[in-house]
C-alpha cells in the first residue's frame, strides 16, 4: 500500500529559519573558548564578560538571586566576584540562557493558550529539572545536563516562527491537536505530518556549533528506546543524558511549570527509570519542586 506520509525539506526550512532566529552572540563562543581551558583564569574569563555589558550586568543580576546565592548575605558587585562564586560552567550556562532567551521574545498571540514565554519557562523549568536530576543520581556532568535541558524544545521555537514566516497555523494546529486528544505535541506533529521539533532543533543546535552531546538530547527526547536512538552509543553518558531530559520533561509538564504546547507527557517507562537507577519518584520530584520554585525568580530577571 502506498504511503500518504508527507515529505518535508527540513534543509530549506533551516535556511527559512536562520532569517530570524539569532545565531548565539560572539560572547557565547569567546566563552566556551576559553572555558574549556582548565588552565584559564578568572581574569581571562572576566575580560570576555566585560566586552558584552549588557550580558555582564544580567549576570550579575542572575547572581544575586537566591536561585545562585543559595543562603550567601553578600551582594555580588562585580564580575570577577561572580565567576568565583559560581564557578566557569555556571557562568557558560548563564550566558547560553540569557542568549537562547531571546530567540524567544516575540509577541504573545492573546487567543491562543500558547506563548513563547510560556515555553521559555517550559525550557527553564527543564533545565534546572534535569540538572537536580543529574546531581540526585551523582552525575559529574549536571551542568550539561542544565544545558541540555534548557534547549531541548529549541525546535518548537523554530516551528513557532515558521509560522509567522508563512502566516499559517500549523504549529497552532498542532498544539490543539494535542489538546483536544490529550496527546502530547510531538505525537501531534506526526499526525498533523508536520515538521518534527525534535529534527529541526538537532539542526539548529548543530548551526550554533552545540556539542553532540546536547545535539543528541535535542534529537532524540522523544525516544525512549535507546535502540533506535542513531549514532547514540547504548549505556553512554549521553544515552543517560536523553533518559534523564525524558524524566525532566515528564515532570515539569506535570507540574504545569510553563507551557510547551500540550498538557499530556508520556510518563517514563519503568525500564528507561531503572537504566538510570531511579526507583524512589517522591524524594527525586521533592527535589525538582524546590529547584522550580527559586527557577520563578530567575525566570522574573531573565523577563526583565
Known sequence: MQSNRVMIDYEYLISQIQRNLPTLPVIVNELTNVLENPDNSTQQVEDVMVSDQAICMKILRVANTSFFRQGRSEKVTDANEAI??????????????????????????????????????????????????AKHLGKSWHETAYTCGLVHDIGKVARFKLDEDDNDNKFLLDSQTALDQKINFFQAELINQTPRHDYLGYL?????????????????????????????????????????????????????????????????????????????????????????????????????
Open 84 to 133: 568565583g562564586m559560581l564557578g566557569f560552567e555556571k557562568i557558560k550556562n548563564m550566558v547560553l540562557t540569557t542568549s537562547v532567551f531571546k530567540a524567544f521574545s516575540t509577541q504573545e498571540r492573546a487567543e491562543q493558550k500558547f506563548s513563547l514565554e510560556g515555553l521559555w519557562k517550559h525550557s527553564l523549568g527543564v533545565a534546572a529539572a534535569s540538572r537536580s536530576i
Open 204 to 304: 539548529i543546535c548543530r548551526h550554533w556549533g552545540l556539542s553532540g552531546a546536547v545535539e543528541g538530547v535535542v534529537r532524540w527526547h522523544h525516544e525512549s528506546n535507546p535502540e533506535l536512538r542513531q549514532n547514540v552509543q547504548t549505556g553512554s553518558d549521553e544515552s543517560d543524558l536523553i533518559d534523564l531530559v525524558i524524566v525532566a520533561n515528564w515532570v515539569v509538564n506535570k507540574m504545569q511549570f510553563g507551557f510547551s504546547g500540550h498538557e499530556s507527557p508520556d510518563a517514563p517507562s519503568d525500564a528507561l527509570l531503572a537504566r538510570l537507577n531511579i526507583f524512589q519518584l517522591d524524594n527525586l520530584i521533592e527535589g525538582i519542586q524546590r529547584e522550580l520554585e527559586v527557577t520563578e525568580e530567575f525566570c522574573a530577571i531573565l523577563d526583565s
